[in-house]
């Protein structure tokens, strides 16, 4: 059953840091704000598709440990034109079809100058990703207020929602509508208008022509209603907070939140979109009073008017420019009123201070949002420049590139010669060893520490230890020397197995549906993911690589054998088929890969705010897990 819609609770009344005292109450969407009000001076169209179909009571529900969606729908096609010999059914269409469908936004939100996160610019036509299992299909059942009425209930969701912002669509599709309530539409005079034909130039009166009662034009513009408009749809927005809980999502809409516990969710629905619509339209009122008192206080401008009106009139007077000012004023409000009333008249004051308190929480709601995406932001960073660097990619390309150039040379000394020269070289300066780590570390530390922890591991192994000598990796076959395949085998899949190992905790972290019921930015997890098997990729590349250019080896023996690795491993197949090709294509798809990440992210605005965290001594940095309240 579902809750009352009176939710009562603090008002937020501004943006911001508003005093949640006041009680309010929730509006639904009532009836006079459904069907428009057409002006006898509207301009005319062949059809009016406006608000045929409208969200209404929206709720967000917790079932169990996860949240369901549900509301209803207004739908506006009265039939009661239609030729008493085709025998339908007059009054709102019953049975219409009514798509419901849930849809993520993949933005990434920006914090102005001020650190304030800014309210995305959204384009409602521009859906988003549908968010898996979370679509019904209702019809019409009943009449409500005049209008058909369809109540939905998306499935249940064995998880929350990931935090983010959310589309929820109704669509009413024409063509899949069946036979009977597709010729009703057809009859439905008040979805009907006129053919404008713009002005006569005789007359310089506006031409329309009625389009119901000419069935040249009905068919006409009823075929392009079916194969063009095709559809009718209204849509909400849904901001969603982090509501993950022990004991099930934390629920809580701006109309139940206080300053201590805030709201976890706020939605934009047809209601608030009208509501602000008429306050814009309202607050022209006084700037047009402005305009007028600016006009009648300033001389110059009522004289130059003057001037030009005497050329037309010579007996004009300055008062004559007054009234004229003041006459186009008067019009200008009467056409601000004509546009109210086509809503449904002036908003109420429960209309305004829901909207207003709706506002405020979108502000609350987008900053937990932002914090969520700045934590997902951190780990995508400690990939990006951290494990996928320096756990995944450089420990399989320094020794790669070091046993390839040994074969090419014939000489897997040289390569360990001068890493311990380099090395010799240091420690014979004064704190030769202790000021290169120093000044590394001054040149980090501005990173996570965990991405200097796997960078410095690198680091040190590469320029002190033998472990990616050539030697480990090669062996002397005659005067030649070539790949010990058995070696660079068993390095590779002990890096492997240690690389998947020190990656899989962040890949659980960004994979966000593990723990919320959709994925946040799928597209850059795919990216990621792809990085990852890139670096791997980048082990066989350099076996290609080194027998086929260094050691001259043909290809198809290297595919034969690799073609058995794959049978008794199929999960080597699809890396082994990238692999076949230099590692600097190899490097070229991996670092695209991490800047497509990056820059999608706005990662390099998230390091600038670390920075500057750690610079001001910061106790808590950016990134940190939000924690629901």
Same mark, same amino acid.
């Given at each position: 059953?579902?809750?009352?819609?009176?939710?009562?609770?603090?008002?937020?009344?501004?943006?911001?840091?508003?005093?949640? &005292? $006041?009680?309010?109450?929730?509006?639904?969407?009532?009836?006079?704000?459904?069907?428009?009000?057409?002006?006898?001076?509207?301009?005319?169209?062949?059809?009016?598709?406006?608000?045929?179909?409208?969200?209404?009571?929206?709720?967000?529900?917790?079932?169990?440990?996860?949240?369901?969606?549900?509301?209803?729908?207004?739908?506006?096609?009265?039939?009661?034109? *239609?030729?008493?010999?085709?025998?339908?059914?007059?009054?709102?269409?019953?049975?219409?079809?009514?798509?419901?469908?849930?849809?993520?936004?993949?933005?990434?939100?920006?914090?102005? +100058?001020?650190?304030?996160?800014?309210?995305?610019?959204?384009?409602?036509?521009?859906?988003?990703?549908?968010?898996?299992?979370?679509? +019904?299909?209702?019809?019409?059942?009943?009449?409500?207020?005049?209008?058909?009425?369809?109540?939905?209930?998306?499935?249940?969701?064995?998880?929350?929602?990931?935090?983010?912002?959310?589309?929820?669509?109704?669509?009413?599709?024409?063509?899949?509508?069946?036979?009977?309530?597709?010729?009703?539409?057809?009859?439905?005079?008040?979805?009907?208008?006129? !053919? #404008?034909?713009?002005? =006569?130039?005789?007359?310089?009166?506006?031409?329309?022509?009625?389009?119901?009662?000419?069935?040249?034009?009905?068919?006409?513009?009823?075929? !392009?209603?079916? !194969?063009?408009?095709?559809?009718?749809?209204?849509?909400?927005?849904?901001?969603?907070? #982090?509501?993950?809980?022990?004991?099930?999502?934390?629920?809580?809409?701006?109309?139940?939140?206080?300053?201590?516990?805030?709201?976890?969710?706020?939605?934009? #629905?047809?209601?608030?979109?009208?509501? &602000?619509?008429?306050?814009?339209?309202?607050?022209?009122?006084?700037?047009?009073?402005?305009?007028?008192?600016?006009?009648?206080?300033?001389?110059?401008?009522?004289?130059?008017?003057?001037?030009?009106?005497?050329?037309?009139?010579?007996?004009?007077?300055?008062?004559? %420019?007054?009234?004229?000012?003041? #006459? /186009?004023?008067?019009?200008?409000?009467?056409?601000?009123?004509?546009?109210?009333?086509?809503?449904?008249?002036?908003?109420?004051?429960?209309?305004?201070?829901?909207?207003?308190?709706?506002? $405020?929480?979108?502000?609350?709601?987008?900053?937990?949002?932002?914090?969520?995406?700045?934590?997902?932001?951190?780990?995508?960073?400690?990939?990006?420049?951290?494990?996928?660097?320096?756990?995944?990619?450089?420990?399989?390309?320094?020794?790669?590139?070091?046993?390839?150039?040994?074969?090419?040379?014939?000489?897997?000394?040289?390569? *360990?010669?001068?890493?311990?020269?380099?090395?010799?070289?240091?420690?014979?300066?004064?704190?030769?060893?202790?000021?290169?780590?120093?000044?590394?570390?001054?040149?980090?530390?501005?990173?996570?520490?965990?991405?200097?922890?796997?960078?410095?591991?690198?680091?040190?192994?590469?320029?002190?230890?033998? =472990?990616? =000598?050539?030697?480990?990796?090669?062996?002397?076959?005659?005067?030649?020397?070539?790949?010990?395949? =058995?070696?660079?085998?068993?390095?590779?899949?002990?890096?492997?197995?240690?690389?998947?190992?020190?990656?899989?905790?962040?890949?659980?972290?960004?994979?966000?549906?593990?723990?919320? /019921?959709?994925?946040?930015?799928?597209?850059?997890?795919?990216?990621?993911?792809?990085?990852?098997?890139?670096?791997?990729?980048?082990?066989?590349?350099? !076996?290609?690589?080194?027998?086929?250019?260094?050691?001259?080896?043909?290809?198809?023996?290297?595919?034969?054998?690799?073609?058995?690795?794959?049978?008794?491993?199929?999960?080597?197949?699809?890396?082994?088929?990238?692999?076949? %090709?230099?590692?600097?294509?190899?490097?070229?798809?991996?670092?695209?890969?991490?800047?497509?990440?990056?820059?999608?992210?706005?990662?390099?605005?998230?390091?600038?705010?670390?920075?500057?965290?750690?610079? $001001? &001594? $910061?106790?808590?940095?950016?990134?940190?897990?939000?924690?629901?309240?």
């Amino acid at each position: 059953m579902r809750k009352s819609h009176l939710f009562f609770a603090a008002a937020m009344l501004a943006l911001g840091a508003a005093s949640l &005292g $006041a009680q309010a109450a929730r509006p639904d969407l009532p009836p006079n704000r459904v069907r428009l009000v057409r002006p006898a001076n509207h301009a005319p169209e062949p059809y009016y598709h406006q608000n045929r179909v409208m969200l209404r009571h929206i709720e967000i529900n917790a079932v169990g440990a996860g949240m369901q969606i549900s509301g209803d729908v207004y739908t506006d096609f009265e039939c009661d034109a *239609a030729p008493a010999a085709l025998k339908l059914p007059s009054g709102q269409i019953m049975g219409l079809k009514v798509d419901v469908q849930l849809y993520s936004l993949p933005l990434v939100l920006k914090r102005n +100058a001020r650190g304030v996160v800014e309210s995305p610019r959204i384009e409602v036509r521009n859906f988003g990703r549908p968010v898996e299992g979370q679509s +019904a299909q209702v019809r019409v059942d009943r009449v409500q207020d005049g209008f058909g009425l369809a109540a939905f209930s998306l499935p249940a969701m064995s998880k929350p929602l990931a935090p983010g912002i959310y589309q929820l669509a109704v669509s009413v599709v024409f063509q899949t509508q069946e036979a009977q309530q597709r010729e009703q539409i057809k009859w439905c005079s008040n979805f009907w208008g006129e !053919e #404008d034909e713009g002005e =006569d130039p005789i007359t310089n009166t506006r031409v329309t022509h009625r389009v119901l009662g000419d069935k040249a034009k009905h068919d006409y513009y009823f075929k !392009e209603v079916l !194969e063009v408009l095709r559809k009718v749809d209204s849509v909400a927005l849904i901001y969603m907070a #982090d509501t993950l809980g022990r004991a099930g999502p934390i629920l809580r809409s701006p109309f139940l939140a206080n300053d201590r516990t805030p709201a976890t969710y706020m939605i934009w #629905d047809d209601l608030m979109r009208i509501v &602000g619509d008429i306050e814009d339209l309202e607050a022209q009122y006084p700037m047009i009073d402005k305009d007028l008192a600016d006009f009648e206080a300033n001389e110059a401008r009522i004289e130059a008017r003057l001037k030009d009106l005497q050329r037309r009139n010579p007996r004009a007077t300055r008062a004559d %420019v007054i009234k004229l000012e003041r #006459d /186009a004023a008067k019009a200008a409000k009467k056409r601000v009123d004509d546009l109210i009333l086509m809503s449904g008249g002036k908003a109420t004051k429960d209309e305004s201070r829901a909207r207003a308190t709706c506002i $405020a929480a979108r502000g609350v709601v987008l900053e937990q949002i932002k914090q969520f995406q700045e934590w997902l932001t951190l780990r995508y960073w400690q990939l990006v420049d951290g494990y996928l660097l320096y756990a995944g990619w450089h420990p399989v390309n320094k020794p790669g590139y070091n046993a390839y150039n040994a074969v090419v040379t014939k000489d897997n000394r040289k390569d *360990a010669d001068d890493r311990q020269a380099k090395l010799d070289a240091l420690r014979k300066l004064p704190n030769g060893e202790e000021e290169a780590k120093r000044k590394r570390a001054e040149a980090w530390k501005f990173f996570p520490a965990d991405v200097q922890k796997v960078a410095f591991g690198y680091l040190d192994t590469a320029n002190e230890k033998a =472990d990616f =000598d050539s030697r480990n990796f090669t062996k002397k076959v005659g005067q030649d020397i070539v790949l010990d395949l =058995d070696k660079w085998s068993a390095y590779r899949t002990k890096w492997r197995e240690s690389f998947t190992k020190a990656t899989d905790p962040i890949f659980n972290d960004i994979d966000t549906s593990v723990q919320y /019921a959709n994925q946040v930015w799928p597209e850059m997890l795919a990216e990621a993911r792809a990085a990852r098997e890139e670096a791997i990729c980048n082990a066989y590349a350099w !076996e290609f690589h080194t027998r086929t250019q260094g050691q001259k080896e043909p290809v198809t023996v290297i595919t034969e054998e690799w073609k058995a690795l794959g049978q008794s491993d199929p999960s080597l197949v699809p890396i082994l088929d990238k692999s076949k %090709v230099a590692p600097g294509s190899i490097w070229t798809r991996f670092s695209g890969r991490l800047s497509t990440i990056k820059d999608t992210l706005s990662m390099p605005d998230f390091i600038s705010a670390y920075r500057r965290g750690i610079e $001001a &001594g $910061a106790q808590t940095l950016p990134g940190t897990r939000p924690v629901p309240r």
